[in-house]
Structure formats: C-alpha cells, structure tokens
C-alpha cells in the first residue's frame, strides 16, 4: 500500500508568517509530487508541482522535495487570511496513478 | 478550454434510487479519474481510466458501484442501489498519461441520499 501521510492541523499561524506544510510518501518508486489547495466546498486546485530534490520556487509558495527522506514541503511566506484552506500533498506513481494525503487544514488569522 | 466537467452539481435522492453521476475530461487528456470526498476518509480514489479502459477499480466499494466510459470524452459513475454512506462529493479528473501532467478536479457532484 503507497501512503501518503500529512499532519491534519489545523495549522495556526499569524497573517505575515511562513506557514510551513509537511507531507510524507512510502514508496520511492514515487515520480511526482503536487501540492494541491481546496477552499471549504470547492474542487482540489493545483498549486505547485515538483520533479527534483531541491526546492521550487513560484511567488510566494516554495515547495520542498527530498527523496532520500521521503518527504516533500510547502512553503507559504507573507500568509494571507485568503490562504486559509486544506492543502492536498500528492504523489504520482507509474501508470498514472495518484495517492492524496488526508489534507493539512490552514487557518490564518488576521 | 473548459476544465473538466461534471453533472449533476448536486443530488439528492432516496435510498435504493439509482444514481447517475457524469463527467467530461478535458479535451486531449487521456486519463480520468473518479474520487469520493468524505470529512470521515478524505479523497479516495475510486476508479481510473486510460484510453477508455479501466486499470484500477480496486476502490470501488462494492458491487453497487459501477463506472464506464464509452469515448474519450464521457464517463459516468453509477449507484445502484444508493444508500444513506454513500452521500459524499464525488469528483471527476482528467489528465494525460505521459510526462509529468498533473490532475485537473471538476467542481464537483454533491451527492445526498436520503
């Protein structure tokens, strides 16, 4: 069985602070790594993606991708309230196949 | 281009009705993917499709699950007989086998059976 695992939060933080997202897969045969956002009932939307050990920068998301420790990250800097959302970690496997976390709710307060 | 596509946006109904949930990818994309949404299990993967064919139905519930898909461009998922666990937030997925795409979520089908 492939997981993904992710700490439920919620995650408090200040508005202005770095709001910092884990996420951890089992399998290394594991080929790409999303981070996705939902607002409270609206559809999963993709907000980063990562191939590469290292860390990707897009505006204010970086995301983080180590291998060798399993684990990959989302950086959130200068939060936003508009922020405040669940964020989806996915993994993609051979045959196009995706495993989701169960979601890091964010809150962050004004 | 349109996203994906999904119909009804929402559906109540009562339990042992039939329920017909559908879904259209995006133009080009050769995968689809359905999904189910609870507070209590998150998203599950329920069933995913290649070139029209299914590859991995394993999260499929039971026997009163069933997915099809006729063309690239159409899919449904249907509940016969549906029950009151059922309710939840079925979401439809597109995206293409090859290289590093990622999926693209439809809006949607809010599902409440009764």
């Known amino acids: 069985q492939k997981e993904v695992e992710q700490n439920s939060g919620p995650l408090s933080v200040p508005e202005g602070a770095i709001a910092s997202l884990n996420c951890t897969y089992s399998d290394r045969g594991s080929q790409s790594f999303f981070w996705y956002r939902q607002y409270s009932g609206k559809s999963p939307e993709l907000i980063m993606s990562?191939?590469?050990?290292g860390d990707k920068e897009d505006g204010r998301f970086t995301a983080q991708l180590n291998k060798a420790s399993q684990y990959v990250s989302l950086l959130i800097r200068d939060s936003q309230p508009s922020d405040s959302a669940t964020y989806l970690c996915?993994?993609?496997?051979?045959?196009?196949?995706?495993?989701f976390g169960s979601g890091t709710k964010l809150n962050v307060k004004p | 281009d349109a996203g994906v596509i999904q119909s009804p946006r929402h559906e109540v109904t009562e339990m042992g009705q039939e329920v017909t949930l559908r879904c259209k990818p995006i133009s080009g994309h050769n995968s689809l993917f359905w999904y189910r949404q609870t507070m209590m299990r998150g998203l599950e993967l329920l069933i995913y499709?290649?070139?029209?064919?299914?590859?991995?139905d394993s999260g499929m519930p039971e026997d009163r699950f069933s997915a099809k898909m006729p063309n690239a461009s159409f899919s449904t998922l249907k509940i016969q007989p549906s029950e009151p666990r059922d309710s939840a937030v079925y979401f439809c997925?597109?995206?293409?086998?090859?290289?590093?795409?990622?999926?693209?979520f439809g809006p949607g089908t809010r599902l409440l059976v009764l």
């Open positions: 990562i191939y590469s050990n």
């Open positions: 997925a597109s995206s293409s086998q090859g290289g590093r795409e990622t999926q693209y």
């Open positions: 499709f290649n070139n029209n064919v299914p590859i991995d």
């Open positions: 996915a993994v993609r496997y051979n045959f196009n196949k995706f495993y």
